[in-house]
């Protein structure tokens, strides 16, 4: 395919070379001819329209080769636009070319002419030359007239389907086009756009993903299946279309993908793992080594790698933004070399080069420490590149390299440019604040550039001094002195501003000389900037609190000055100083705190780098240079806290999966006794794509239930028999190591008892088929519990042998729990179903055994929930205003799993406050956030007036309070309609023991609790008001407690089932400590902000 789109782009080079070629030998070989041609003379012009109307094609080429040289010129044409369009039709191949070059760069100015022609155009879309047809598409868009859109919209959706690459590429180009021309014409863009991704021509990569970015940037579900195909092909696509994908796909990873910085994501290891035991070793890295790297994540950073050698600069900056967003910081500094290397470029490179780095160096200065020496400034240099070094070598300043840095700040000191040295000053000045080993080396050395000839220099000095001073005023009043010396000789007013400042602000610790400074100043108060006057005002009112008697009347001589000053600002600050510090009958109550107000304790300034907010815009990008929002700018989203669904990229394997699931049914239904079968075969798929370590202990599962002589799980499990036996051995060792938690339990017991009888009864060819398929939903429920309950708790598989100890007791008490699991399915009650059977294949036994005391606790929690009888705050959907007469409002019923496991239950009642009956209400279009999903209610036919009809519907939210956007929709009209759930409704309440409680919370410390210390209002205090309040704010079951003081609760998250701990301990003093322990961090937060005013509320 590549090389397809290779030779397509030669031909097409070779016409431009060419054309180019051509025009410059028709328009040198005669030195009088070149300079009429391209002189303002009429006649001349006369003379080519004589030639284009000529009746041969050697006279119109020779014409057309003259246009098309005035072009490439730069002079105009536009007026020979008539005369060249008559020509559009012309059978000779050569002359077409010229007219279609000439025809894109006018036919925009002249479109009524080029109206006339379009027929024309249409016709030359069906030329057997690619490159007339292309041409003619390219004209065709340019023509920017809104009745032709149609025409374009045909002639787009034909070339789309082009058997040349360049014209679908020329599709690809107008499809911008067009969309800008109208904008209504999105949709079925849209369209043509999802089938170009689907090509797979290097030529026309680089135009669609342009296409795509101008026209739907946020439809990235159109990527999902392309995105390894774009990977694959980068490296072969052109330089401009490389840099757009990479931008692309740098916004798509960070909205699918985990990220890899989280702390714990690194999997690092310390070098006194060394000196442990093999055992210990293996703990630790199942511990530490919990985040794996999407396999398309690393695709994506392993095929963009090469790309840092490209000879484009701009490729190369997209490469490197792409690794700074998205790549391991032990990755990210693979970069650094090759942004280096573009600093030999030409200065406007550079400039954009050297900002980007100057905002990585802020975060990560490790990265480009080595090449320190690249930063050094040039005399070359313009201004705009010194200021950029200086910045970034301020940045990666450190105790090691310092002194190296401060010997070439004072070469820049001594520059012939002002600016520049006026910049090094200040980044003495930074260094000085950040590095404190060196501040008064750079403290005495500014002191030093006070004598210097140059008033910029010193006036910079000045300043930087004052703010320095201000950071530890009390062991520098020598230099206040020395620079009040030197007041007399400084005539820059910012630095005399600067030493009138500091004189007035620690004016007693220079008692003498500031007196004399007033004095000498309100001599010369009428010949001064403004600035200095102002601080003049400033140091007499200041001298006036604290030392009136020597300056009591030289205040009021300069007040007297100020008062009939030109400045309105001086005369309004001296009546307002007046009034402050000068006591009379009209003095309000300020002027007791006069002192307070002027000599108060002021911070010291912070001398930061201007790139260090600037990381918030994406590398690379016109925003981050300008440091403001572009038009256009697309910002890239946070990383997901869960990875979205990777199976959405697979393209065969999917198609093979549905037709399998529809096999699998067709099985089911016609032979209930292959069903174990089936499923079995299915659950060996699943577990061939999950993680190694699911594999391992699904390996070290099936064996041990080998052992046991349980021959349907046996069974289920044989085509993972081939598995070495040290995975075996390695599970019994740690088994042995760790004490079952398990036995100590007869809740637990309980439900393994269930566990099996459910088994067994699955293993029957008599059960029914209502019976059999919701025992196949709940071993599938239960995998897929398992499955992220092992992702999130790898360190909880060590108790291997409670299973074995408990095994013969669940096979005599079997049958009798047959009766509740019936009951529990008559009842309707999913959430204990999840439970009901470990899969062999995947779970070891004692995270199976975790399970299954979890989901106990869930299927009492539904008692629990409906004793407390939680009411529900109902929320409006729709008001009646904007639905015409149809009101709606939702609340969250709290039933779990009606819709599917992972799905939070809503009702919604909708009202008809109209007086004539709603027909056919229904949900239309759903706008939901990626990996968000949505089982709508079943339509309703019609509500009477003033009747109203409650229905149910469940959204899966991805544990996360992101907005789902529908449309409610009638008969005649659709509304778009949010709902947005607050995070206690993302929750499932689970009960369990105490000692349970404390094990998992003591598994979730560090950086998974997250705790708030709140007033507890008295009348709150009470046990049965604390759990009627936090149930009520959240979906949480209660966990019985041994003291009186501490409340416990938990729940699971609907859709990844990780644990949730809620722990409110009363202290004294009507006090209380709230501490929540999970996983989902965010989650956690979220609630301790929501849980803190519902109990300190009254």
Not at 800 to 810: F, I, L, Y
Not at 895 to 920: A, L
Not at 1007 to 1024: D, G, K, W
Request: hydrophobic share 35%.
């Amino acid at each position: 395919m590549s090389g397809n789109g290779l030779s397509y782009s030669e031909q097409g080079g070779e016409v431009a070379s060419e054309l180019a070629q051509e025009a410059t030998s028709t328009t040198s070989p005669s030195a009088p001819a070149a300079f009429g041609l391209f002189s303002s003379d009429t006649k001349k012009n006369e003379d080519l329209k004589q030639m284009l109307e000529s009746s041969k094609d050697s006279a119109k080429l020779d014409a057309m080769k003259r246009i098309v040289g005035m072009i490439a010129n730069g002079k105009n044409a536009s007026e020979l636009f008539p005369a060249v369009v008559k020509n559009v039709a012309s059978k000779n191949i050569e002359i077409k070319k010229l007219v279609y070059v000439y025809l894109m760069r006018y036919a925009e100015e002249q479109q009524d002419l080029a109206l006339l022609s379009i027929s024309t155009f249409q016709r030359a879309l069906k030329d057997p030359n690619q490159l007339i047809r292309a041409s003619a598409l390219r004209v065709l868009s340019s023509i920017r007239v809104p009745i032709i859109v149609p025409i374009m919209m045909l002639a787009i959706k034909e070339a789309s389907s082009d058997l040349s690459p360049y014209v679908r590429k020329n599709a690809a180009h107008a499809i911008q086009k067009l969309y800008s021309l109208d904008p209504e014409q999105k949709e079925m863009l849209i369209e043509v756009i999802e089938k170009l991704l689907k090509d797979r021509s290097t030529l026309v990569a680089g135009s669609v993903v342009m296409a795509f970015e101008e026209v739907c940037p946020d439809r990235i579900d159109l990527i999902h299946k392309n995105y390894r195909k774009l990977c694959n092909l980068l490296v072969d696509v052109e330089e401009w279309g490389q840099v757009v994908i990479i931008h692309m796909l740098t916004r798509y990873a960070r909205t699918q993908f985990v990220s890899p910085w989280k702390k714990g994501n690194e999997a690092e290891y310390s070098e006194n793992n060394f000196y442990e035991s093999d055992e210990e070793k293996e703990k630790d890295r199942k511990m530490k080594n919990t985040y794996t790297m999407d396999p398309d994540h690393r695709l994506l950073l392993r095929n963009t790698k090469p790309l840092l050698q490209s000879r484009n600069a701009a490729v190369v900056m997209a490469v490197a933004q792409l690794y700074w967003h998205l790549a391991p910081k032990s990755e990210a500094g693979i970069v650094s070399k090759s942004l280096v290397r573009l600093l030999r470029s030409n200065r406007e490179v550079q400039y954009i080069v050297l900002q980007n780095i100057a905002t990585m160096s802020i975060q990560r200065k490790g990265m480009f420490e080595p090449y320190l020496k690249s930063f050094y400034v040039r005399s070359t240099d313009p201004t705009m590149i010194k200021t950029l070094k200086l910045e970034i070598l301020t940045s990666l300043a450190n105790e090691a390299n310092i002194s190296t840095l401060l010997r070439e700040f004072q070469t820049y000191v001594k520059s012939q440019d002002k600016q520049f040295a006026a910049a090094t000053i200040q980044a003495i000045g930074r260094c000085a604040t950040n590095i404190t080993e060196v501040t008064d080396t750079c403290l005495n050395g500014l002191v030093c550039l006070l004598s210097n000839r140059d008033e910029i220099v010193v006036a910079e000095s000045v300043v930087v001094i004052k703010k320095l001073l201000q950071t530890q005023p009390a062991h520098h009043g020598e230099i206040i002195k020395h620079m009040a010396k030197l007041l007399d000789n400084i005539t820059v007013p910012v630095a005399r501003a600067s030493i009138l400042w500091l004189i007035g602000e620690y004016c007693e610790r220079v008692p003498k000389i500031a007196p004399d400074v007033l004095r000498k100043t309100a001599k010369s108060f009428t010949n001064e900037d403004d600035l200095v006057k102002l601080q003049i005002l400033n140091l007499g009112a200041k001298l006036y609190l604290t030392n009136s008697k020597q300056t009591k009347l030289l205040t009021q001589y300069v007040l007297n000055l100020g008062k009939y000053d030109q400045s309105y600002d001086i005369r309004d600050r001296t009546r307002f100083i007046r009034q402050l510090i000068v006591p009379n009958e009209k003095s309000g109550a300020l002027s007791k705190y006069a002192k307070k107000i002027f000599l108060a304790q002021k911070p010291a300034p912070l001398l930061e780098s201007p790139f260090k907010d600037r990381d918030h815009f994406q590398l690379g990008t016109l925003s981050h240079t300008l440091n403001s929002r572009a038009t256009g700018y697309l910002e890239l989203s946070d990383w997901p806290e869960v990875a979205p669904d990777p199976s959405v990229r697979n393209i065969d394997v999917a198609e093979s999966a549905k037709e399998w699931t529809g096999m699998l049914g067709k099985t089911r239904k016609e032979k209930p006794t292959e069903k174990f079968y089936s499923e079995s075969e299915e659950e060996e798929d699943e577990s061939a794509s999950t993680s190694a370590s699911e594999s391992e202990s699904g390996s070290e599962s099936e064996k041990e239930d080998k052992e046991e002589g349980s021959s349907d799980e046996s069974s289920g499990s044989s085509s993972s028999s081939g598995e070495s036996s040290d995975s075996e051995s390695g599970s019994k060792e740690s088994a042995a190591k760790k004490t079952s938690r398990a036995t100590d339990e007869s809740d637990s017991e309980d439900i393994k008892k269930k566990a099996k009888g459910i088994s067994r009864k699955r293993s029957t060819s008599s059960s029914s088929d209502t019976e059999s398929a919701s025992s196949e939903e709940s071993s599938s429920d239960s995998k897929s519990e398992s499955d992220s309950k092992s992702d999130s708790e790898p360190g909880k598989s060590r108790s291997a042998t409670s299973k074995k100890e408990e095994k013969p007791v669940q096979d005599r008490k079997a049958p009798s729990k047959q009766d509740v699991f019936l009951l529990d399915l008559d009842d309707f009650c999913p959430v204990a179903t999840p439970v009901a059977v470990p899969t062999a294949a995947v779970l070891s036994p004692s995270l199976a055994a975790d399970l299954e005391g979890l989901s106990l606790s869930s299927s009492s929690v539904i008692d629990v929930t409906t004793q407390v009888s939680v009411p529900t705050k109902p929320h409006e959907l729709l008001h009646r205003m904007s639905g015409k007469g149809l009101a709606a409002h939702y609340h969250f019923s709290r039933q779990p799993g009606i819709f599917g496991d992972r799905m939070v239950s809503v009702q919604v009642t909708v009202t008809n406050t109209t007086d004539q009956k709603i027909e056919n209400i229904h949900i239309g279009e759903k706008k939901l956030p990626p990996g968000m999903r949505m089982h709508e209610f079943n339509p309703i036919e019609c509500i009477e007036p003033a009747g109203s009809v409650t229905v149910s519907m469940g959204i899966d939210f991805c544990d996360s309070t992101q907005t789902a956007s529908f449309q409610l929709c009638t008969k005649d009209d659709h509304f778009n309609v949010n709902i947005q759930p607050p995070v206690g409704e993302l929750l499932l309440p689970v009960t369990m023991s105490e000692k349970d409680f404390k094990t998992e919370q003591g598994m979730l410390t560090g950086m998974n609790e997250t705790s708030a210390t709140i007033a507890v209002a008295p009348q709150n205090s009470t046990r049965l008001v604390i759990i009627e309040r936090v149930v009520k704010a959240a979906n949480l079951g209660v966990v019985p407690s041994g003291q009186d003081n501490i409340h416990r609760f938990a729940a699971k998250t609907v859709h990844s089932g990780s644990l949730m701990l809620v722990t409110v301990e009363l202290k004294e003093s009507s006090t209380a400590q709230l501490i929540i322990n999970t996983e989902k961090t965010v989650i956690g937060s979220v609630l301790l902000r929501e849980l803190k005013p519902v109990l300190s509320q009254g």
